[in-house]
């Protein structure tokens, strides 16, 4: 019997998800404790702006004043992703801060080798969340790990208080308060809720760039209510983190069969079992969604899965697989839209497939661009200047 | 013929036969006393939609669902099995969570790894083997990868632009406008009294403990250094009073 395929795709269209499976909304709890005089609550910023989330329960996302929670692999090996996020903010002329008092969420070694435990991993997010409150600014979280274990330990910590103070004497020993985000907010939902205003300054014309997006694990799938769905998206059965700033600047989201797969990252696999994360990222990633697809470029929205994307199709190429995509997060395609440098700004002479052509279907001369990079570079191998600054940036 | 397929009865004759019983009992109590472990665990419906969500299981022989039945089921044979040989294999992504029974069994393999370090499982180590860089980079510094890492005898397989990051490093940081990312050993520059701070939290939940048994090395050069960074400052580093394991 053939599959009804019609019939499938009208009962999609009119899903309603079901109440019995929604969460209850933590804020009560939250807000409990914080009576009860447990913790603090961080409020988000009068100017914020309200997003769906799985459940049908808005989400408020600061516009500003925002702390920036940076991300390890992104700083360390994509820089041009947090460099774009910045870029974007200061363009937009909002306020922000990028802290030295931030450690890492430290997720990445939890989920990898397991060297740490429940009170050590919510004990390095209070004292981040801490740092961040202290400066009055909210926080923003830049990887999707980061995001995914802090709602994880929100959840914890909501739950268990005997790990609750645990947490709080550790904090008291660094003269630290107790205090929760009354959101826990990740980059991609700031672009999300800002993509109208990011596409009123957008000058490179993206309607005829064909995308693919991968959500990220740990997005949406860790601590699902808390991630935004937009009913009008997808008829609000997947996330549409990603994909509504893509379209909303005039991309083309194409679909593809395995979205809800990994990207195969693996987090101890990345490092040290990479056979598994070539294999997952090239076979169920790149090449299905070139057959499928045929985009120009992957955007995504985490560290590992831009990294593992991205890293993974060179020795794919060992083994005939002649697919390659360009890929790199949406805060780095949002950015070059609204005329970011692709590599003083957007860095992507650090990322390995090739993302020429792509710059060239968007009009952007890619060889001037890097020659201008290499004059900027000769001025510091001259040592007439130390840094790339935001000035040399928007010069 | 299925009978004789049974897990319980391979496990009899396999090559932890000769680990006492009540040593498996012990350790899988170890991990029912994670507090987290009755959040993770509602009973299994067999169904198998973890498994189809499961990265791991589609290059491995790895299922969620076997955990998720196991611990269900208390068969600690099993469950020692499964934390010598599968839950390394987990690539710890959490598409298990689809679980329509509201079970995480990525979350219980957190919890089997944690006890399988706690103990200094002889698999735990294997499984570390080339990861103590990372530890040392993420316990040491603060952040768990750095620039300095991408070199080409690292990541062959990430190509030759790899060579070209390193080659330059130095000079495309200083090229990063925002001034937090021009350090090479750290993904950004942290303020020394953060990273102090973060010795505190490891020494005082017991989490740099945790490394002495499957890496004594490892653990005696952090224990070192930071003691040495914590030594004029007015830390308490002495065990929180209520530990939850």
Known sequence: M???????????AKFERDPERAPEDFHDELFKLEEEGEWI?????????EVPTKYGRPKKVPRQPTWHHKSCGQCGHIPGYSTSIFWVIRKLGLDYIDPKDQTSCTAWNYYASATSNAAAQAAVAMRNFAAAYETGYFPIIHCGTSYGHYKEVREELLGHADLRKQVREVLGRLGKPMVMPEEIVHYSEWFHAMRHEIKAQQVVDMSNIAVTVHPA??????????AIYDPDMYQGQRTSIVSGIAETLGAEVRNYSTWFDCCGFGFRHILVQRDFTRSFATLRKIQVMKEEADPDVV????????TTLDKSQFAAKAHGVTASLPVMSEAQFAALAMGAHPYKVCQLHWHSADYKPLLEKMGIDWESAWAEFQEDMKKLERGEQEFLT?????? | MALTAHPAHKIQKGRYDDVPHEEKARLFEEVKADPRYEDYLYGCYECGICVAACPSARFYDFSPRRVAQATAREDVEQIYEQ???????????????????????GGIITIMREVAINNGMATAKEALEGYTRIIYKIMGTGTQVSPDMLQPDAFPDWGPQVKEVSD??????????????HTTSTGWAIEPKTIMELYVIWHATGALDMIKDVDS????????????????????????TSNGH
């Open chain 1, 2 to 12: 053939p599959i009804p395929v019609e019939e499938i795709l009208s009962k999609k």
């Open chain 1, 41 to 49: 609550i961080q409020r988000v910023p009068d100017d914020a702006i």
């Open chain 1, 217 to 226: 694990c740990h997005y949406h799938k860790l601590v699902e209510g808390d």
């Open chain 1, 299 to 306: 955007l995504t929205h985490d560290t590992g899965c831009v």
């Open chain 1, 390 to 395: 935001w000035e040399d940036v928007d010069a």
């Open chain 2, 83 to 105: 934390m010598n040989d599968d839950i390394w294999e987990c690539s710890q992504c959490f598409s298990c969570l689809r679980c329509p029974r509201g079970n995480n069994p």
């Open chain 2, 168 to 181: 330059q490093l130095e000079l495309w940081r200083r090229m990063l406008p925002p001034e937090t990312l």
């Open chain 2, 217 to 240: 090395n490892l653990h005696m050069i952090l224990e070192e250094m930071m003691e040495d960074r914590l030594e004029d400052a007015d830390y308490d580093t002495s065990p929180v």
